[in-house]
């Protein structure tokens, strides 16, 4: 683990000698000496009793204190064995506006502060709201605050440190994206507590003010009331009282706190042990408690006491004796690093209690606090695992630790430190606060199940960069599905997929308006003739000369408008030729070349440098003959019978385009192939962007498998894309298997003037990955975040924590592929993927996928063939068909099955008794 630090681990454990722990002798020596006494008696009767006595009471009660002190952690069976015998005696039943703990809060000492609270003893709890904004430094300068309050805390004063994570309210914001609510996504809140000891410390509590409205806002008593019925009642609506006590009345009963009838409880569990190292990792641990109602609560105590800073000093005098034996290495280690504390100016002395309280179903929160346990006791490495424990007797302590300045912890579960940075790793980050509101943004989950909402329509270049089978097309099929979703709900919505081996061929069953394929068939070893002629791809437009010039011009093998070509006369020809084209409405090749050789006796008459230009168009004319009937490539592009016309494509707004095979044998076809899909990509985003014809419109160029097409697409072109359509609307999205395949190679650098290979690159502005790139310079710019002068990474820098969230990506993968395999498949499945941004946002993405879009997206012969089959039974619009397919639990067919077999999956789907297809 990366940053890792020597934890106070040590100066927790009990002080040992000769590798027994002292508390042990002072048992045995009580134990002789109370042999002495008994032994006197006993020796009367028995002579040699009056010896035996002392050495037996004293050896049993060394074992027994060994015993009794050991454990797990320290003093776990002293714990267990206390805990049992205070079960028994312990109240069952608290009323809460009539037992004590109902005046843990006194009356207002001051009406007019509204912005306080007063417990019993007479110590003012202040509370703040941590609003976390997009600063790109804000863990860096959190961080940096949390040391400085932990540094400056006052003796007897108390800071908590508290995550509370909540259902939403507002169910709709799950519509179109109802997996959220199956996977329990909660809405998080950030708050910090002070318990200024009598209210004496008011410099400090000032201090304190001043530095957190930086980032929060301070909350008055109401508020805080709030929070505290919040922990009683989580399913409750707040009050607004000023009264922080909810009435209830709780039942304490084996692990759990019963308050409402029916299986809603309370359970704790509490940190009993802290590892022997610890890292910014630590806070992974906290995982399990994120789908359920939860409050993490981390306090600290002031234990600068003269009493505490004597027993401190005794122990450093008796540290810097210790002889380097090997059984001294860890407390040598734990002394220096104490020593490295005191340098950097990091040395505290607190005391910590890190209790956490889960509320729902008693299933849920006994799998979460489990799950908890079990996630620090299966970690990999031995060094860094903490202890959880779940409450038990001690419940009602921990309940009551969460609340705003109680003082009333489990006194075993106390853990001192010695490190402000140390006590900050335990300390988790707040979460940004995202708008939700935005109902056409796509809503991902993140790692800390909460919502973040991507808008995904916001006119960026985009890189999805991913091995295969990572997810890359998955992800980018969801988001290319959400976005022909918001256009069939009235938003402004267009765009285009060329796609590589099919990835994208559900597009094809209804989604997407026309689809374009280059087909390649193996039973006849040759490419299927193109579905429309290509030339009528460009006729229902108004600007369909421009872009049809420019696709004839480039399979001919020239640019007129390159500003040092001689050509420029070359392009008015092949206008005038194309005006005649449309003029007469004629569709094949075959035709525009006839019309185009009409034309070029005259167009020779009125040049100069006639032998050079017949020479040239000699190449030219050689070149579009392969494309024409009788030519290399006529059957394709020049077919006799056509399946659509110009008339399929009025009204599009989405082209699906697509190569279905992986070969390059044949790089002119697949050129021109390429040429006329981007152009009549142009011709559409002209269309859509603002100040086309029609309202502004999104629209996307999604281009999938990168690394294969960059052959046969223009580098400027991509640029032109990333760079430039973005102000009209348009974004650009890329999908490749390595980030260094956006790389410009010399030759193209030196052709297109590009200022950098880095360019294209550099031009894009949001970036999902599955897996990053070897390059470290190419890492860099992903990340935005210059290397050292070294060539090397900024330690605990973006680059870093790109590699930490690629280490997690492949492990959910992992688990990802164990689910499609179970059962758990039948609600959908998840995969993480990285997101960074040219705000300097970064984090991991859940990216879930309903099992309706898997039924939406799947490419395989079997899935396809049942979904074609409801569509033409059912006539119903694509997506319902695909979520009545949901309802069928077992796992989508990937190869061809039996036809009692898909009658049965179409009968769960619809839910009959029978059908006939």
């Known amino acids: 683990m990366s940053n890792k630090i020597i934890s106070s681990f040590e100066k927790n454990q009990p002080k040992t000698f000769l590798s027994f722990k002292v508390k042990s002798f002072t048992y045995a020596i009580f134990g002789v000496f109370l042999g002495f006494f008994i032994g006197r008696i006993l020796g009367e009767i028995i002579p040699p009793l009056a010896i035996l006595t002392p050495i037996i009471l004293g050896l049993f009660s060394f074992a027994f204190s060994e015993w009794f002190y050991g454990g797990k952690y320290a003093n776990e069976k002293r714990e267990n064995i206390i805990g049992t015998f205070f079960k028994q005696f312990s109240i069952k039943k608290v009323r809460m506006s009539e037992e004590k703990q109902s005046t843990l809060y006194a009356e207002y000492k001051s009406k007019k502060d509204n912005n306080s609270l007063f417990d019993m003893e007479g110590n003012e709890i202040i509370g703040f709201e941590i609003l976390r904004g997009d600063d790109k430094e804000f863990e860096l300068v959190f961080q940096s605050l949390v040391e400085n309050i932990l540094k400056t805390l006052p003796a007897h004063d108390q800071v908590q440190f508290v995550r509370v994570n909540k259902d939403f309210e507002d169910e709709n914001l799950f519509k179109g994206r109802e997996i959220l609510l199956e996977k329990r996504v909660k809405s998080q809140r950030y708050f910090i507590f002070f318990s200024i000891y009598y209210g004496v410390n008011q410099q400090f509590k000032q201090e304190c003010i001043e ?13 805080m009331s709030n929070y505290c019925q919040f922990v009683f009642a989580p399913n409750n609506h707040p009050k607004n009282t000023e009264e922080p006590i909810y009435p209830l009345t709780y039942f304490f009963g084996d692990k759990v706190v019963h308050a409402y009838n029916g299986d809603l409880i309370h359970g704790a569990s509490s940190l009993a042990s802290i590892p022997r190292y610890v890292s910014p990792d630590f806070k992974e641990f906290y995982r399990p408690i994120d789908k359920v109602d939860s409050v ?41 690093q104490q020593m490295i504390d005191k340098d950097e100016g990091r040395n505290v002395n607190l005391c910590m209690s890190l209790n956490i309280i889960a509320f729902g179903h008693k299933e849920d929160v006994n799998k979460a606090l489990t799950d908890l346990e079990r996630r620090a006791e299966e970690f990999p490495e031995f060094d860094f695992r903490p202890i959880f424990c779940r409450e038990n007797a001690f419940i009602r302590e921990a309940l009551f630790s969460v609340l705003p300045g109680n003082r009333s912890y489990n006194k075993n579960r106390n853990q001192n430190i010695y490190s402000s940075l140390e006590a900050s790793y335990y300390i988790p980050f707040p979460v940004m606060k995202h708008d939700i509101s935005d109902k056409r943004a796509f809503n991902f ?32 099929g969801r988001l290319f599905n959400h976005h022909i979703e918001m256009g069939r709900q009235g938003y402004r919505a267009s765009g285009f997929i060329l796609d590589l081996g099919d990835s994208f061929l559900f597009l094809e069953d209804g989604l997407a308006d026309f689809t374009f394929k280059l087909s390649y068939d193996n039973s006849i070893l040759k490419y299927r003739p193109l579905e429309i002629h290509p030339l009528n791809l460009f006729k229902p437009f108004g600007d369909r000369i421009k872009y049809a010039k420019k696709f004839i011009c480039q399979i001919m093998g020239f640019d007129p408008d390159e500003p040092k070509s001689q050509s420029a006369s070359d392009g008015e020809i092949i206008i005038a030729a194309l005006r005649e084209f449309y003029t007469k409405n004629l569709n094949r090749m075959s035709e525009f070349k006839e019309i185009l050789e009409e034309k070029l006796p005259e167009f020779f008459e009125r040049i100069s440098n006639k032998e050079l230009k017949k020479a040239n168009w000699d190449e030219y004319k050689a070149r ?16 006799e019978k056509v399946k659509y016309t110009e008339k399929d494509l009025e009204n599009i707004r989405f082209l699906y385009a697509c190569k279905n095979t992986q070969s390059k044998e044949d790089k002119a076809l697949i050129s021109a192939f390429a040429s006329l899909v981007l152009e009549f990509g142009n011709l559409l985003e002209e269309k859509f962007k603002s100040g086309g014809e029609n309202e502004p419109s999104n629209f996307f160029y999604c281009i999938d498998e990168m690394q294969w097409w960059r052959d046969f697409i223009p580098h400027s072109w991509l640029r032109e894309r990333a760079s430039q359509n973005r102000k009209f609307g348009a974004s650009l999205w890329l999908l490749t298997q390595d980030a260094c395949d956006l790389l410009i190679p010399k030759i193209v650098l030196e052709e297109d003037r590009m200022a950098s290979e880095y360019s294209l690159l550099e031009a894009m502005q949001r970036v999902f990955f599955f897996t990053l790139p070897q390059n470290l310079k190419v890492l860099s710019v992903l990340a935005r975040e210059p290397l050292t002068e070294m060539g090397s990474a900024i330690p605990r820098g973006r680059i870093e924590s790109m590699h930490k969230i690629a280490k997690n990506i492949q492990f959910s993968i992992k688990q990802s592929s164990k689910n499609i395999k179970s059962s758990k498949f039948t609600k959908g499945t998840d995969r993480l993927v990285g997101y960074c941004d040219q705000h300097l946002n970064m984090f991991a993405l859940c990216a879930d996928y309903e099992k309706e879009f898997l039924w939406a997206s799947t490419t395989h012969d079997g899935g396809r063939s049942i979904r074609k089959k409801a569509l033409k039974y059912s006539e119903l619009p694509f997506f319902e068909v695909c979520k009545k397919l949901a309802n069928w639990e077992g796992s989508i067919p990937e190869n061809q099955v039996s036809n009692n077999f898909e009658i049965d999956i179409l009968k769960t789907a619809f839910q009959l008794d029978n059908i006939t297809i």
């Open 624 to 639: 579009l003959n392969n494309f024409c009937k009788g030519g290399l490539n006529g059957e394709i592009f020049d077919p």
């Open 211 to 223: 530095r957190l409205e930086e980032i929060g806002v301070q909350l008055n008593r109401k508020e």
């Open 445 to 476: 989950r993140t790692e800390e199940n909460t919502i973040w909402s991507f808008p995904y329509y916001k006119p960026m270049a985009t890189l999805i960069a991913g091995l295969p089978g990572s997810g890359k097309s998955l992800i980018a």
């Open 296 to 336: 993490l609560c981390i306090g600290f105590r002031s234990r600068n006491s003269a009493i505490s800073v004597l027993k401190d000093a005794l122990g450093v005098l008796r540290n810097e004796k210790l002889e380097d034996k090997k059984s001294n290495v860890k407390k040598i280690e734990s002394f220096e």
